[in-house]
Structures are given as structure tokens and as C-alpha cells.
């Protein structure tokens, strides 16, 4: 599977560098799928807004890059694999079950993946995530029933390994006046 | 049977010592990382009955159809 994905970068009018030397690691204590490369999946909207709602409050201006990447091979969908959200859940019960962790906080998904990195039988070079919002649009399937459907869904994908996975061009797409 | 990834996992966490794996945990936990717990991630990937919707059979479609089928329909 291949899909369009949007990084959303400071504008410090500087788009030749974002476009040669781009896209740029996260390495953020909040990176919550570990450090790597983050971008939104295909609907450019929830860049568009991520901007809106970091940046542009702190008063700083802000662009969306666009590439492909190529999900086909080694990538833990934890959005369209319902086997890899049981992996995950199996890893993590593992880890409990061995009482190695000692100290409770320190029970977190992000370091759990790190430390599968690490000893390297993580194999994958991507993961993908929905990283769902409390307004999430929910689709329900009848007016007064409780079951729907999450529409729209804000996924994410964390690209720990470029090469294989990110197709370029990596192109400035918004705002629309720099497109030439 | 776990998974590929669990038994792996497994494999590494039987044959480390506590000493060993505290020198490996360490540096990860120094980076600060933030993210959902493990009790929260294993709450939600599990499944239980109470996250289940509850049905109401429609008796009326289920006397037409139950001779040719053994599926229950829900209104």
C-alpha cells in the first residue's frame, strides 16, 4: 500500500532546505510511537489543523510537506491489522508477566517498542496509528443505538527507517502560495 | 499461542537477569518518553462482554428465516 502523507514543518522561509533536506525526526519526549519520522495519512485537513492548533497559537507560521510512502512491506498498522493490535497487547502482557519493570511509569507502550528495537526483533519500518481525537466524528449505525463508525479517523504514521519507505518528491504543498 | 513478536520477546525477557535488564531499561527510560499506559493499552485491545452492544432478536424475521438458517437476526 502505498499512501500520500504530510508532514507539518515551521515556516522559517526556508522551503528549498525542508524540500532537499526534509522530512525531519521527531525526537520529542511526546513522540509516542518512539522517535522517528512523523506524518498524517493522506487527508492533508488533520496537517492543516495540527498547524493551526500548535503553531499558528504560538504565533509562528507554518507549511505542509507532502510525499508517498510505501507501506507495503514492515509496517505494524495498528489502524488496518487487527492481528498486529493483538500483537502489540501480547507483547505488553509479556512484559507485565515478567515483573522486570520496576517502576510503574515506566510501564509505557513507547518504551516497550524502543526496547523491541533495541534487541532487534522489532522488524518493522513503519507504524501506523490512529491518533484519534475526543470529537472524533462517530458515524452511528441507527439514531438511539450505541454502535457506530469512526469516520474521518486522524491516523499517523511513524517512519523509523526511510529507505524503502519514503518516495519522494518531498514537496511544499500549503500554503497554497507556495505552489509554483 | 502468542504471537511471533510475544514469543520473541519472551525469549529474550527468560534469558536476561534483572541486573542485565535494568543496564538495558535504563537508557530508555532516560529519554522520557511519554505515551499510554501498559493497563490502558491492555484494557482497550481486550474484548469483554460489557463493551458489547446489547441486541434485540426481531422474533419476526427470526420465524420466517429460522427454518432455512441458523443465523439470529438483531434488530
Known sequence: MIVKAYQTLEDKDNIDHIETEGPFECRRAGAWLGFGYYFWDTNMDWAIAWGENSYKTCGKEFVVAECKL??????????????????????????????????????????????????????????????????????????????????????????????????????????????? | MKSELANKLKDILDNMSQEQFDQEWSPITALKLDGPSFADAIEYFSVSIDKMGKFELNTDIQNEISLTTNYLAAS
Open chain 1, 70 to 180: 510505501d507501506l507495503t512491506n514492515n509496517c505494524f498498522d495498528l489502524v488496518g491489522n487487527m492481528q498486529h493490535q493483538i500483537d502489540l497487547k501480547e507483547v505488553i502482557e509479556v512484559m507485565v508477566h515478567a515483573k522486570k519493570i520496576k517502576n510503574n511509569d515506566e510501564a509505557i507502550v513507547p518504551n516497550i517498542i524502543l526496547f523491541m528495537k533495541e534487541k532487534g526483533i522489532f522488524p518493522y519500518k513503519t507504524i501506523r496509528s490512529a491518533d484519534m481525537h475526543k470529537n472524533v466524528m462517530r458515524l452511528h449505525f441507527k439514531t438511539g443505538k450505541g454502535e457506530y463508525m469512526v469516520i474521518n479517523q486522524r491516523v499517523q504514521i511513524c517512519v523509523i527507517e526511510k529507505k524503502g519507505v519514503l518516495l519522494r518528491p518531498f514537496s511544499v504543498v500549503y500554503p497554497e502560495n507556495y505552489l509554483l
